[in-house]
């Protein structure tokens, strides 16, 4: 079966945003809230290439990113960027989505859902939270996470350098 | 939604799409159960940390790659704490600041490690003292763990505790819990799964267990009533836990003062809350206690 010539960039994209993610991120905060390179990486590649290859990314990614940064976690990060990038992509199934809502919006709601379920996380562990830290910490990475999320999503539209596929109803093949 | 109206192919591939999602789904679910259900010893903490291995060299030379970006990143944020608390002070700051920024941040590693030299001095017959750079935060301000660059290559084992410094003082930050050759994880007494012996000075030898209670915030419970509690009053480890078992952690390392003392005119024990010595997140670099003698070997293998 030939692969398709873009799945090394997918690839690629998405090892570089592990690595930004656990390498540079952490070390960029403000208010205690860091950017979220990575759901923007997801965010972008679901929007180009679908809601599958959205949420294989997303899930991969997530689970790379537990396994070398130090997370009390293993699988809790990759099932919410699997929930990004596939909703991302299910959404801009829909003929128009893309031009009705910005990336930039797709980036913040995605970061709200990835916060979200780690605080549920935390609560789950009985793990203690404050609720004015929590609110800063969380308003902080989703100001962060738009601030780059466009540069990221230009980058990424270069590397892929195609308009999207919206699959499976609209493939050419099918005819 | 139908699919009467798709294409065999299209029916396809919805199906396969479904399917592998479905089985991603169910990967990721039964990961976290079982990561969460095992112990630190367990296969997949065993993968973690050979993963973790693997990228300690990218992760000690972007550390150091983005060192001056990560400088000039935190001059750039406490400016902007300082403008917010004194804008009337805002051009004085501007100046002072510029001036700071050239010598400060040597001056400040300097003193820092200056510091981490000279504590702990009383361990030194059953620990050896390794210095270590955190290499690697969480990505997620929800985890209190750090990866540092050094491993059982440097006699860092699981369990050994870990001591950081700061402007108030230097005292126990947190204990490694995974440990790699050349890397270790970690974890800060601010993760809830950390409970410490403590005991207070000036107390009559009253031992209590710390735990926290929220982010930068302590307490400990267990002391008894009559004991004698004043805030500001030094805690140590006890070298034992409350209920006269071996603790991990060698007695007499400071770790931070009391700043509440609360009981009820019934109660038989009193809960203390504590200020911690050193905030962890401010930390670029900690102090490993490798065990060397057989007792702090034996202390260590505590389950």
């Excluded at chain 1, 913040?108 to 549920?120: L, P, R, S, T």
């Excluded at chain 2, 057989?294 to 202390?299: F, P, S």
Aim: some cysteine; proline content about 7%.
């Amino acid at each position: 079966m030939a692969v398709s010539p873009r799945v090394p960039a997918v690839i690629a994209i998405a090892l570089v945003a592990v690595l930004v993610q656990v390498c540079v991120m952490p070390f960029l905060t403000v208010a205690q809230g860091m950017p979220d390179f990575l759901v923007c990486a997801v965010v972008s590649v679901a929007l180009f290439r679908g809601a599958l290859v959205g949420a294989v990314v997303g899930a991969c990614a997530g689970m790379a990113v537990e396994l070398l940064a130090p997370v009390g976690t293993l699988g809790a990060l990759a099932l919410l960027y699997l929930a990004v990038g596939y909703g991302v992509g299910r959404f801009c199934d829909r003929e128009g989505a893309q031009e009705v809502l910005p990336v930039v919006l797709f980036c913040v709601i995605g970061e709200c859902v990835v916060q979200v379920g780690q605080i549920a996380m935390q609560v789950l562990l009985a793990r203690p939270l404050i609720a004015g830290d929590v609110v800063r910490e969380v308003l902080a990475a989703l100001i962060l996470t738009a601030l780059i999320a466009l540069p990221i999503h230009v980058i990424v539209r270069t590397v892929l350098r195609a308009p999207r596929v919206i699959e499976p109803y609209r493939m050419p093949s099918d005819g | 939604m139908s699919n009467s109206g798709q294409t065999p192919l299209a029916q396809r591939r919805v199906l396969a799409r479904r399917l592998i999602i479905g089985g991603l789904v169910v990967v990721c679910v039964m990961t976290l159960s079982v990561f969460a259900r095992e112990t630190n010893s367990g296969p997949l903490h065993g993968v973690q940390n050979i993963a973790g291995t693997v990228v300690t060299p990218l992760q000690e030379g972007t550390s150091r790659a983005i060192a001056p970006v990560r400088n000039a990143w935190g001059w750039f944020t406490d400016l902007l704490h300082a403008r917010d608390r004194a804008t009337q002070l805002a051009r004085e700051n501007q100046a002072l600041r510029t001036e700071l920024v050239q010598g400060q941040f040597g001056a400040e590693e300097q003193q820092r490690l200056a510091k981490l030299a000279t504590i702990g001095s009383e361990w030194r017959a059953d620990y050896s003292q390794v210095p270590a750079a955190i290499i690697g935060r969480s990505p997620s301000p929800w985890y209190e763990q750090v990866r540092i660059d050094k491993g059982t290559n440097d006699g860092v084992i699981v369990n050994s505790p870990v001591l950081g410094a700061a402007d108030v003082g230097a005292g126990l930050v947190g204990v490694v819990t995974q440990s790699g050759p050349v890397s270790a994880v970690v974890s800060f007494l601010s993760d809830p799964r950390t409970s410490v012996g403590v005991t207070i000075v000036n107390s009559d030898g009253g031992i209590g267990l710390l735990q926290p209670t929220a982010p930068g915030a302590f307490s400990i419970t267990g002391i008894p009533a009559q004991s004698p509690i004043a805030n500001g009053d030094p805690v140590m480890t006890a070298g034992f836990s409350r209920f006269g078992l071996q603790s991990i952690y060698p007695r007499g390392i400071p770790i931070g003062l009391i700043t509440g003392v609360g009981r009820g005119e019934v109660d038989v024990t009193q809960t203390v809350q504590m200020s911690p010595f050193v905030n962890p997140d401010s930390l670029a670099y900690l102090v490993v206690l490798a065990p060397k003698s057989v007792l702090a070997k034996q202390r260590a293998m505590t389950p």
